[in-house]
C-alpha cells in the first residue's frame, strides 16, 4: 500500500457558474479555472491581471522603505566619482542581484565593483574583514548590498564609522534589531507599508534599479526571472509578473554566459520554462557557490567575452556534476540519522562539505515530511542549514534563541546556522518544543 507523504487539505468550495463563464471567455478550460479559483483569483479584475502579467502593475519602487535616500545616495556617490561596491551573495539569487545592481549603475556611468563572499572564508552576509579590505586598499566609499545585510550589524557599523555609507537591499526575515545603515530598503520594514513582502533578493534589487534608471529595465527580468525561481518565493502578485515576463525575455536572451550554459545543458532556448530555471540553471549557478568562489558567476552573467563565457560555463557545469555526487553521499548518511519519534531532525556529523547542507536538508524534508536542519562539524563548531515545512516558520521557531548561536540567518522555509557542538542538544529541544507547544502536525 502506498502511504501519504503529506497530510492534504482539500478545498471543496466550487466557483460559481459566473466565475466559469469569465474563465472560459479568457480560454480556461475548467480545471484550470478551478485551479486559479483556489489560488484566491476569484474576481473578474483578479483574473485579468493573472492571465495577462502586465509590467504597468508592478507597485511604485518608491513605496520601498529608504527608497529615496538610497538613491539620492548613489546619484550623489555617481556624480563625485565615488567608488560603490556592491556585496552580493554565493547563491543564485545574490548572483542575480549584483548583477542586476553592477549593470544598473553602469549604465549610469558608474564603475562599480562587485564582491560576492566566500562561504567557506567570508561566512553568510556582510563580513567586516571583507570591508576593511575593500575601505582601506579600495577606496571604497559607498557599500550596496544586495540579498543580504539586514543582519549584518557588526560590519555595517564598522563601515559607518569608517564614514562609508552602507545601503541595505535585502528581503530576509527582519531580526529584532536593525543595522545601522544609512538606508534599509526591504519590503517587509515595519516603517512602510509595501503592498507585497515576498520579493526576492533580485526582485528589491531590481526594484532600486527601476528607480535609479527612472524606467522599468525589462532587459534585466531574466535575470529576476532566475533569482526569484532559484530563491523559491512565492510566484504570486509582481513576482509572477516579473517572472513570466522574464521566461520570455530568457527564450532570446543576449547574455553569452547564459548562452553557453543552456548549450551545455542541452536545452532549447524556446522551451525555457520556470523548470528550466528550477532544474538547470540554478542548481549550475549555485553549484559554484557551494562549492567554490561564485564570483565568477558575475563575469557569467554580466561580461561580453566568448571565450571567457565558455570557459566559467565549463566550470559551473562540472561544479554541478561534482555537488551531485557529494549531496548523494551526505544524504545517504543523515537518513541513517534520523529519528522518527521526533517531529523535527537535527543531523550533524564530521566531515560533511557544509556548502550542499541546504540541499540535503531540502531532500530529507521531502521524503519524512519533517523540518530537517542538517550541520557539518568542525573544530567544536555545528555548521550548517535548515529547510523547513511550511507549518513551521523556522526563522520565528529559532530567532528568540539567539543566544545558542554564534551566526543564525534566514526566513520562514530556510535558514543558515553556526552553534557550538554542545548546543545541539538544545537546540533539537527548542524546535521539537516548538513543534509541541504549538500543537503543529
Not at 544586495?146 to 557588526?154: I, T, Y
Not at 558567476?297 to 557545469?317: K, M, P, R
Not at 528568540?400 to 552553534?419: K, N, P, Q, S
Amino acid at each position: 500500500m502506498i502511504t501519504s507523504t503529506y497530510d492534504w487539505k482539500i478545498n471543496t468550495k466550487e466557483p460559481d457558474a459566473g466565475f466559469f463563464k469569465l474563465a472560459k471567455e479568457h480560454g480556461l478550460a475548467e480545471t484550470a479555472a478551478k485551479i486559479a479559483y483556489e489560488r484566491g483569483v476569484t474576481t473578474a479584475e483578479a483574473l485579468e491581471d493573472f492571465l495577462k502579467a502586465d509590467l504597468s502593475h508592478l507597485h511604485d519602487p518608491y513605496l520601498l522603505h529608504d527608497m529615496d535616500k538610497a538613491v539620492a545616495r548613489i546619484r550623489q556617490a555617481i556624480e563625485n566619482y565615488e567608488q560603490i561596491l556592491v556585496y552580493g551573495d554565493y547563491d543564485a539569487d545574490g548572483m542575480t542581484s549584483a548583477s542586476i545592481v553592477k549593470e544598473a549603475l553602469e549604465m549610469m556611468g558608474a564603475e562599480a565593483r562587485v564582491y560576492l563572499p566566500n562561504r567557506f572564508t567570508d561566512g553568510y552576509g556582510p563580513n567586516e574583514s571583507v570591508y576593511k579590505y575593500f575601505i582601506e586598499q579600495e577606496g571604497i566609499s559607498l557599500i550596496v548590498t544586495v540579498d543580504n545585510g539586514v543582519a549584518g550589524n557588526e560590519a555595517i557599523a564598522y563601515a559607518q564609522e569608517q564614514g562609508v555609507d552602507v545601503i541595505v537591499t535585502d528581503h530576509h526575515s527582519m531580526p529584532a534589531q536593525l543595522p545601522d545603515a544609512y538606508a534599509i530598503v526591504h519590503p517587509e520594514h515595519p516603517d512602510a507599508d509595501y503592498p507585497f513582502k515576498y520579493l526576492a533578493g533580485c526582485g528589491v534589487a531590481f526594484k532600486l534599479a527601476t528607480a535609479l534608471l527612472e524606467t522599468i529595465p525589462t532587459e534585466m527580468l531574466d535575470l529576476v526571472a532566475i533569482g526569484t525561481i532559484a530563491d523559491m518565493v512565492s510566484l504570486t502578485d509582481e513576482n509572477r509578473i516579473m517572472v513570466k515576463v522574464g521566461l520570455e525575455i530568457l527564450k532570446t536572451t543576449e547574455r553569452i554566459g547564459l548562452q553557453e550554459l543552456l548549450r551545455i545543458s542541452d536545452v532549447d532556448p524556446t522551451t525555457i520554462s520556470e523548470e528550466t530555471v528550477g532544474f538547470k540553471l540554478a542548481p549550475q549557478l549555485n553549484a559554484l557557490g557551494r562549492l567554490d568562489d561564485p564570483n565568477p558567476a558575475i563575469e557569467l552573467l554580466t561580461g561580453f567575452d566568448d571565450e571567457e563565457a565558455q570557459a566559467i560555463a565549463l566550470e559551473i557545469n562540472a561544479k554541478n556534476e561534482e555537488r551531485k555526487e557529494v549531496v548523494q553521499k551526505i544524504f545517504d548518511e543523515a537518513m541513517t540519522m534520523v529519528d522518527l519519534d521526533k517531529p523535527v531532525q537535527v543531523l550533524a556529523k564530521e566531515g560533511w562539505h557544509p556548502g550542499v547542507l541546504g540541499i540535503v536538508a531540502g531532500r530529507i524534508m521531502e521524503q519524512i515530511s519533517q523540518t530537517v536542519v542538517v550541520l557539518n562539524i568542525e573544530d567544536g563548531l555545528a555548521k550548517g542549514s535548515a529547510r523547513s515545512l511550511e507549518s513551521i516558520n523556522i526563522f520565528h521557531a529559532l530567532d528568540d534563541h539567539r543566544d545558542i548561536f554564534t551566526a543564525f540567518g534566514g526566513h520562514a522555509g530556510a535558514a543558515g546556522m553556526t552553534l557550538p557542538e554542545e548546543n545541539l542538544g538544545q537546540l533539537s529541544d527548542i524546535l521539537c518544543s516548538y513543534v509541541y507547544d504549538n500543537d503543529i502536525d
